[in-house]
């Protein structure tokens, strides 16, 4: 056993009670090493000071407490089995862009309104002078091809 | 399929499946070790078994996001890990609130409706002495992540990379982490320490 595999095994007694081999390994390695055993030592002291803490007590009803307390929650557990959570980014970023694109489109449509409103309001604004419609209705007269009533007579 | 994982992994999966018989074999296996270092963490055994209570009320609403991968009792000792320090928290922002007043106002679990006997055994009395105290006060005064990381090793035999893991540090972080517990708990319990006993095992 070398210093490296002295310190392994110290680091194994924090965990775990040594077996006998390594024991015997280790009574070889710490012969005539003052040092050595003296930190031994003091890491089985510290050891058995920690083995002395005793068990915290637990009520004797403590699992059915929690078996209580579960099956309260055993409704919303069931529910969420059904719904895999890697679902779950998914679903918010199609939630997302449905979002978006919803938006974009109300935007949009406000937009153009807002156009149109726009315009009827600047046409509404504009001032035709009075002369241009002054002849308004004779011109509109002229404008009306004559009856054929040659045609008219071939179709009746 | 279950049977090629460990047992405890085998039975955490079963209770994916909604196995109430597994969980409570679970519960049974793992209350005393949690009851353990959460009581030694807060220093209050009333209110370690509230607490352990909500680490296996979570353990069982999480168990559906449970991989096989994990180690059950690494996946168990993180939930209790990571609750116990929400409730240091919680005392550092409220001192006079404890966990069952402020669950009263959110739950109508008739919270002593069983009987509510504790086990009182030979070893108990030996937490009035003086020496347990004494090692309970030292091991209590040290920084959390040291006496979690001490606490393991000694209730659970977790390997070191299973404590790495419950800490979420590495594994030479993790043992220097233990390394500096036990010097700080040997100064402190100088007056205490019986060296020579290996010794005299050993002739």
């Not at chain 1, 309260?72 to 997302?96: C, D, H, M, Y």
């Not at chain 2, 030996?126 to 090692?135: A, C, F, M, R």
Request: hydrophobic share 40%; proline share 4%.
């Amino acid at each position: 056993m070398n210093d490296l595999e002295f310190k392994q095994l110290v680091e194994e007694s924090w965990r775990r009670s040594l077996t006998m081999e390594e024991e015997s390994t280790l009574a070889v390695y710490l012969a005539g090493r003052d040092a050595a055993l003296f930190q031994w030592e003091e890491e089985m002291a510290v050891n058995r000071l920690l083995s002395q803490l005793a068990d915290a007590p637990v009520s004797t009803n403590f699992t059915a407490r929690v078996l209580h307390a579960v099956q309260k929650q055993e409704v919303p557990a069931t529910f969420f089995r059904w719904f895999p959570s890697n679902w779950l980014p998914r679903i918010g970023i199609i939630g997302a862009l449905v979002g978006a694109a919803l938006l974009s489109i109300g935007q949009y449509r406000a937009s153009q309104r807002a156009q149109v409103a726009h315009d009827i309001a600047a046409v509404s604004r504009s001032v035709v002078p009075q002369e241009w419609l002054q002849d308004f209705e004779a011109i509109n007269r002229l404008s009306q091809p004559p009856v054929d009533e040659k045609l008219l007579a071939a179709l009746r | 399929m279950a049977t090629e994982f460990e047992p405890d992994t085998a039975l955490m999966l079963c209770v994916k499946g909604g196995d109430m018989h597994a969980f409570e074999e679970l519960v049974e296996k793992y209350k005393q070790p949690v009851i353990n270092v959460i009581s030694r963490t807060l220093r209050d055994e009333t209110e370690a078994e509230d607490l352990a209570q909500n680490v296996f009320v979570q353990v069982f609403k999480s168990a559906h996001r449970y991989q096989a991968t994990a180690k059950f009792s690494t996946w168990l000792f993180t939930i209790a890990r990571n609750l116990c320090l929400n409730e240091i928290r919680r005392r550092s922002r409220h001192p006079a609130d404890s966990i069952e007043a402020s669950q009263i106002e959110n739950d109508d679990r008739p919270a002593r409706q069983y009987e509510d006997v504790k086990n009182f055994s030979p070893t108990e009395q030996t937490l009035q002495s003086e020496l347990e105290h004494k090692v309970a006060e030292a091991l209590a005064d040290l920084p959390e992540n040291q006496r979690t990381a001490i606490l393991l090793c000694r209730e659970e035999e977790l390997s070191y990379e299973e404590i790495s893991g419950v800490l979420g540090c590495s594994l030479s972080a993790t043992k220097s982490l233990i390394h500096r517990g036990r010097e700080t708990l040997r100064e402190k319990l100088k007056p205490y320490l019986k060296t020579g006993a290996w010794k005299e095992n050993q002739s």
